[in-house]
Structure formats: structure tokens, C-alpha cells
């Protein structure tokens, strides 16, 4: 389980992330919310150890995130970030076999994993082809691919995080992108994602965490979290909130 207790980092003198106390739940979606600039990145950052905070902790299962050895880390914690870059012309199954790279399981199961990952992420069809010639949108869901097949098939104890895995994807995959992650929660992996668009947190997350410049505004439900005053006091923005007529949870509409 991934857990930081409070958490600061500063850039230079300016405090972008403070005070955030957060627990990672097995088997629960968590979103992370806010505008521009609200350190969202920053704390996914922190979370995986790649920014080292000016204060608090950063624990996976009660260790701190610095004591875990390379390969014993990315066996439990994967993460996909905002902008993935590779200039090699790699083939898409050896992209996605990258995240087999931390594991022993042989070169036939590897293989089954990355055809089931690819699968999971509506991207089997790209068997074959250059990384390199891929759309923005085909290399997002390869690259999804990777971090599903890191821990694949995905167990309590093990937790994946995502820097907005949806923002070059059409609608249609926007939702194959965030039920592949549902399903990988629903085996008991703990997932933290950062996304912009409310109505797809309010559809996929168990928890929302809603941030203002740093901290947190509110950590709870999307019904709790997604009301108009929270919306309104953390982007300005005017919105009815109904209930989904089929699914029941909040509809954000801008007013």
C-alpha cells in the first residue's frame, strides 16, 4: 500500500505541493483533480520518487519509497506519465514488453502477457507495426499497455498510477482507457489517475481528491466531491450537477 503523510515539496522557495496526506487504497480509483498549475504532476511525482519531498514521508507498505530496490519497486508500483518518449523504432510488443523488464516469468509467458495487456488496451491490432509511426493516441494506449503489463494481471499489494492516460484519446478509448483501469483496481490494485474531464471521474473513481494551488480543497465520494460550490470555489466554473439516469452517479454540466 502506497501512503504519504504530509507532504511538501517546494520549487525553490515557492510551495507547489503542502500539507497532503493521502492512503492508496487496494482495490480503489482514486482522481486527482484541479486546474492548471494545481500540482497534480507534481505529486504523482512524489508519489512514484522521482521528486524527493522537502518534507513528509512517501511509505510502500510501511518502507520508504527511497529503500525499495530497483526491480523490487517496479514489481509493485508502475507508472504511466503525462508525456512518454521514445525515438527508437521499437516494435509495439517490444515497447510493451519493457514492462516485463523487472520480472522472471520466461520469454513464452512474457509474450501471453503483452498480447493480453494490448488487448486490455484496444492496441492488439498494432502488433507489428513501428512505435515511430504510431498517432498520438495509438502510442497513449501502448504505453498504457506497458505499465498494465508490468503488473500484470494486477493483485492487492501492487499499485499503478497515471498522469492524465486519457488526453489524447478519442472519446470511445477514453472509456476502453478507464475500464482497463477499473478492471486492474477491481483484482485489488491500488490506482491514483489524474484526469481533467469531471464526468469520467465521477463515472470511474471510488474517491476523488480535488486540489486548489497545492493542497487539498477536498478528499472524499464523486458525490461529495463533484457538487457545484466545490467546482465553483476550485475552477471558477458554474455547473449543474444531476444524477446519470442509467448509472446514478453526478453528471457535471457547465452552466
Not at 503489463?149 to 478509448?173: F, I, K, Y
Request: aromatic share 4%.
Amino acid at each position: 500500500m502506497l501512503c504519504v503523510h504530509n507532504l511538501h515539496v517546494l520549487r525553490g522557495k515557492k510551495a507547489v505541493l503542502t500539507a497532503i496526506d493521502l492512503e492508496l487504497k487496494p482495490g480503489e480509483v482514486l482522481g486527482v483533480l484541479g486546474p492548471n498549475g494545481a500540482g497534480k504532476s507534481t505529486l504523482l511525482g512524489a508519489l512514484c520518487g522521482e521528486l524527493q519531498p522537502d518534507q513528509g514521508q512517501v511509505l510502500l507498505d510501511q518502507r520508504e519509497l527511497a529503500q525499495w530496490g530497483g526491480a523490487q519497486r517496479a514489481q509493485r508500483l508502475a507508472v504511466l506519465p503525462q508525456h512518454s518518449t521514445l525515438d527508437f523504432a521499437f516494435r509495439v510488443e517490444e515497447v510493451v514488453g519493457m514492462g516485463r523488464l523487472p520480472h522472471q516469468t520466461g520469454r513464452v509467458r512474457d509474450d501471453e502477457i503483452v498480447l493480453e495487456a494490448l488487448q486490455a488496451a484496444d492496441a492488439a491490432h498494432l502488433q507489428g507495426r513501428s512505435y515511430l509511426a504510431l498517432s498520438g493516441g495509438e502510442r497513449q494506449r501502448v504505453h498504457l499497455a506497458r505499465v498494465l503489463a508490468q503488473l500484470w494481471p494486477g493483485q492487492v499489494g501492487q499499485t499503478l498510477l497515471l498522469d492524465e492516460p486519457t488526453s489524447a484519446l478519442d472519446p470511445l478509448h477514453q472509456h476502453i482507457t478507464l475500464q482497463a483501469i477499473r478492471a486492474f483496481a477491481d483484482r485489488g490494485v491500488a490506482v491514483l489517475v489524474i484526469l481533467h474531464d469531471l464526468n469520467l471521474a465521477a463515472r470511474y473513481c471510488d474517491r476523488v481528491l480535488l486540489l486548489q494551488g497545492g493542497s487539498p480543497h477536498a478528499l472524499d465520494t464523486p458525490e461529495q466531491v463533484l457538487r457545484p460550490e466545490p467546482l465553483k470555489a476550485v475552477f471558477g466554473l458554474e455547473v449543474l450537477v444531476q444524477s446519470h439516469p442509467e448509472r446514478g452517479h453526478p453528471l457535471i454540466i457547465a452552466r
